[in-house]
């Protein structure tokens, strides 16, 4: 099943100064993405999830910065790439799928010129020939009557439209990778099923590689190939999906399933993760997921626990 | 987000709002036909067997020594004209009329010092103001407009060299400012005027661009714009710009009242327009020290009041309608 790798990143840290100290947000993490393949990345809100996904397209904002590890995407190194070498990219052979689809479409312009749009500027396509492709992938993601879509405003679109609207954006030139920020959080629930649908369905058309950003594991099982569990800024655990969804190991990632009402039966009670992801100012000593834990030794207290073969626990589940 | 429709609509249902444009039409047309409204020459006519059409255009060689009224004493049995509603030219000097005199039926408003129409003086000075207006507006809504953008959209020493700029120059005393320019440029006419108000008043179009800037550029679309790897140009002109319309527009209209303003004060004092060319400032001016000529004060300067009245009224009830807040209290 392995293809080559398309992206390596290795050992990436993020940081952002806080009173003249270095914060680091996403702390040394490691993973590879393969052509045709689908990772996860799954975690509570400050885990590291969207930073890791945006550093990707050279999208971390001031005062976030990139201090250390390696991005290598198909030969090219990222980390330090000058903002050419990521127009280069951006748009063309990596694209974003963001959260909230009504914010990330420009409320002025007709979707079909938004469509159209990176045709235009990347391709250089005529007017003629973009707008005709415009309606093309309209089509393609599923939108009725594309070629009266087309001159539609975003406000004249229901949410799962824009967001189908914004994967048409994404595609439209061909992207080798996809990187899907929650991009079912904003929808209902009936409308989330239909866009994962999509996105599966593009991303298996395409064969491209497609990093998944979520906070919801109960999504992640119609979408990945491959679940990365993130927490406090680290990779915790990163296993096949199968895996993950029926014998988690990390301590966390097992809370975590616990905690998404998918799996459960009606009358059972959900159990909730206790206390919160530590800011990045208190990150403890240790494990960072210990105070959290239930399994938690003395060690845990003292030493982190390094990434072995699937996960970062002393004392993991088997 | 609130369709185009919504704004024009909440915008005419005020009734200021339909003056303003009904007033600013009048006097964009009486500016676009004041040769066909006052002139000296016909608009056709037919002189010793010669059929001359729009004289008052073209002004052929044939006619050039005449005027309607000495035409109409040497006209023949055959020969007719159709002439202007008013038939004096802006430069046309009466010499059977005395200099200042009150409105009568053969000038309608009075004559000025020189003994010009002071109706067809009015006509053509609506073009002087407009062109002022318009141009200067021009002017300094483009300079304002994309200093704003680029201070707003960088940030760091571009915002800081801009930001400092617009403060240094808002502390000057804008009339002062262009009065002496134009006092101390020797052949200052109209398009010096128009260069030196739009030089000048861009500040305050810079400002709320960089403002409205830097309120797009945390939007979403701005971000997914910049994830798709669009050039910084693009996103500016594309994506930034024509959100940031609205504004602009609302400083537009009241750049034009501030302009319109600025031409007839300078006027006023002779330091605008030539005295060859009419202006509604350069009116006024005539009535300097000739006070019992009500006729030079009234009507000029009710043609001021109105057009940058109407300007203002135009541009507040934009602001109210672009701004939703404000708009339920319109309605």
Known sequence: MSGEALLRVRNLVISFAIDGKDCPAVDGITFDLERGRTLALVGESGSGKTLTAVSILGLVQPPGVITGGSIDFDGTELVGATTNAFCAIRGRRVAMVFQEPMAALNPVMRIGDQIAEPLRAHLGLSRVAARDRAIDLLGKVGIGAPAQRVDNYPHQLSGGMRQRVMIAMALSCDPEILIADEPTTALDVTVQRQILALLRKMQRERHMAMLFVTHDLSLVENIADEVAVMYAGRIVERASVQQILTTPKHPYSRALWHASPARHRAGERLQAVPGNTPGLTQRPRGCPFHPRCPRALERCHQDVPAFDASVACFVPHS | ?331
């Open chain 2, 1 to 331: 987000m609130k369709g185009k429709r919504d704004t024009w609509s909440a915008m005419k249902s005020r009734r200021g709002a339909r003056w303003g444009v009904a007033v600013l039409a009048t006097v964009c047309g009486v500016a676009l036909l004041s040769d066909f409204i006052a002139s000296d020459k016909p608009i056709l006519a037919r002189i010793d067997g010669k059929l001359y059409v729009l004289p008052n255009l073209f002004t052929p060689v044939g006619l050039r020594p005449y005027t309607i009224n000495t035409l109409i004493e040497r006209m023949g049995k055959t020969d007719w004209l159709i002439a202007p509603l008013v038939s004096w030219g802006a430069n046309e000097q009466d010499k059977g009329t005395a200099p200042l005199a009150p409105p009568s039926s053969r000038h309608w408003l009075g004559t000025d010092t020189a003994r010009r129409d002071v109706l067809a003086r009015m006509v053509h000075g609506s073009r002087v103001s407009l062109l002022v207006g318009l141009a200067s507006v021009s002017i300094f809504i483009t300079i304002g407009t994309l200093l704003g953008l680029l201070a707003g959209f960088f940030g760091g020493w571009v915002d800081v060299i801009v930001s400092r700029t617009v403060e240094t120059v808002m502390t000057i005393p804008v009339f002062f400012l262009i009065l002496a320019v134009m006092g101390i440029i020797e052949s200052a006419g109209i398009g010096t005027m128009m260069v030196v108000i739009g030089l000048v008043y861009w500040t305050r179009v810079a400002r709320l661009v960089r403002v409205e800037t830097l309120k797009l550029r945390q939007l979403g679309f701005i971000e997914a714009a910049t994830a798709l790897g669009y050039s910084n140009r693009r996103i500016l002109l594309v994506h930034i710009l024509p959100n940031a319309l609205g504004p602009i527009l609302v400083a537009a209209t009241f750049g034009v009242a501030a302009s319109i303003m600025m031409e007839a004060s300078l006027s006023f004092l002779g330091f605008g327009t030539p005295d060859a060319t009419a202006s509604w400032g350069g009116l006024l001016r005539g009535a300097m020290g000739n006070f019992h000529a009500w006729w030079l004060i009234l009507f000029p300067g009710l043609a001021v009041f109105a057009t940058v009245t109407s300007c203002n009224v135009l541009g507040e009830a934009m602001r109210d309608s672009f701004d939703p807040h404000l708009r339920h209290e319109v309605e």
